[in-house]
């Protein structure tokens, strides 16, 4: 293993698996394709050619430290929500930061307050589209909390409702997954209070136009994943 | 330090996805291009050191690429390196080189960018992309900067009402514009038939408020650009373009940590509060989450050093970094166009229309013409460049988009969701 722990207080299981997974894929080429293609720097002059295209993959595992930020995370996985204070100014951040950025504080130590689980929503989108760890679960909601306190915006997911029910201002609680893995998605936000319809931000015509997107998308992740499609929005 | 600085030249190998060249050949062409446009540069010898940019090296695969493309393109042994900021990496590139030429140690500085980003699927360059945001925080609840920019925009449409119609005509500006160019990744997929409103409503949904047609493409390509101090310039050209002005500017990694940032408080008191009438939604002190406020920093900075204080009659036209629509609008506001909350008016107006008062993104610029990272800001510059040398017409080979007598333009460009901003200011001579 590359990483040496000092000394292992509590941890998951080492899984051999892992640094199977690491290996998998060691840049060496598994397939090709001969392809003809277009050659030239300007659409006006270009020549076909013939190209040699190789499949090659590649994976890594990361051992990361949260560094003085850990006791946050340590928190997730114990369902507790923690901010950090700064003792000179009292701003409390989160997402946490070890140091005050305040120009006055000058990089002051910030101490570990635990945070009510509630906030409001700042902005938010709907994502139809994403990266490959989060096809399966579009279309979903990412909003930007300001959890009750704090100077900053924490982003996180946002289920059990609408998106055209969304708008920044919405009271929001915190929730914790079942089974807490240490990341921020250990968390997610679902509506504190029955959403207001005059405060909604789509028009009528927007509405009807996102829920014809969110039927596609659904589409589109079951054709792709087919049981494995988890999509987060319910309409 | 009175030494000024032009550009004197340059070339691009055009956007598309995929390129099938290798990256040190799209680079060469765009070389080669340079070289056949000005037979006074005597290449290798007239070159004093290069910079190098491109953005990421998990998109190729390979690290220290610049290495491979400077030995490439014959180079050796001559000084280099490599600069890299997210989206800003070209532009940084190109300051870096105004300041290199300004130190006074070298007297000619080529810009090599480029960027092949068609080797691994969309959402897995989405997701190497979103690794230049914070990977702890950001990235694994799997917005991604499709993601990061629409809160951004939500945010801003909460605030000053701007509608998707209005993300959708910057859409079809920008759209149409790449029609016309030869070296548009749009055009080479799409032809040369003009796009609507109903055609951006039409597209897929990514992230709303932003629809295919309102994202950035993924692009292959490459630019270069070669600067030379004044006294070198004449050399090569009787018609240079001077860089009159650049600035610089930074914002917080995670946009979230924009709603009440202290390092901007007090900075734009004629910001703090939203303009009654604009808006009657409470807000953050500037930029919060809507506005980008490295983009403000780094155009104050290069307006004041080339003596700009009215830019929308002051400049003639200019190439904005628009990963998104939304981007674009907000950046009228940041850049001074016009006050905050009132980019829609300029929209709606068509005054950064072709025809209009300040025409942006006659390129069609990321939207339409491509976003190789690395060398899309260089790209922007050459036509810039083109524009102002008025070889536009010849370039594209009509005169649809080509301006007259134009004097003066701007570039921005930023990586990150503005994390980092530069602008440069261009004149003819
Ligand atoms: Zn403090």
Known sequence: MAYKPKKIVESLEYNKQWDEWARQGNWSPVGWRWIEGPKGYRLDKLSTTNYLVIQRPHASLYHHSYGMTS??????????L????????????????????????????????????????????VMAFSATPFLKTLPFIIAYVRVEGCCTTVPTRLLKVNPWDVYPGLKVNINFVEHPKGDIMDIYCTPAETPDPSKRIMSSETIERLKDDMRKVKEWVVRKFGSE??????? | MSNRVAVV????????????????????????????????????????AVIYSYFSDHLAGQLCFHWIIHDYLGLLPKPAYRVESGGATPIDALINAFMYIKSGIFKNVLVVGWEKMSELDTPKVNEFIAAASDTDFDFPVGGYYTGYYAVLETRHMYLYGETEEDLAKIAVKNHNNATFNPYAQWRSQHGTTFITVDDVFKSRLISWPYRALNCAMISDGAACMLLASEETAKKFTDSPVWITGVGLGTDTMRPGDRVDNPMYRGLYSEDESIYPGVSTKTASPYPEMANFGSIRVSGDMAYKMAGIDNPV???????????????????YEDLRFCKRGEGKILVREGVTDWGGELPCQLSGAHTAAGHPVGA?????????????TEQTANKWKTKARALSGAQRALL?????????????????G
């Open chain 2, 313 to 331: 009659k002051q400049l003639d036209f200019a190439e904005l970094f628009n990963p998104y629509d939304g981007v674009e609008l907000a950046e």
């Open chain 2, 376 to 388: 899309t800001s260089i790209a922007q510059a050459m036509q810039i460049y083109w524009q102002l």
């Open chain 2, 9 to 48: 030249g340059g070339g691009i190998s055009r956007f598309d996805n995929p390129r099938y060249e290798l990256h040190e050949e799209m680079c060469a062409e765009a070389v080669r291009e340079m070289l056949a446009d000005n037979s006074n540069i005597d290449y290798p010898k007239d070159i004093d």
């Open chain 1, 82 to 125: 923690y901010g950090s204070k700064c003792p000179k100014c009292g701003s409390i951040y989160l997402p946490p930061r070890a140091h005050c950025w305040n120009a006055e504080c000058r990089l002051e130590e910030t101490e570990w307050v635990e945070l009510p689980p509630r906030g409001e929503v700042h902005t938010f989108s």
């Open chain 1, 71 to 80: 006791k946050f995370f340590k928190g997730l996985l114990e369902k507790k």
């Open chain 2, 412 to 428: 921005q460009g930023h990586g990150g969701t503005g994390c980092q901003s530069g602008v440069i200011i261009f004149e003819r």
């Open chain 1, 229 to 235: 499609a988890k999509p987060s929005i319910e309409i």
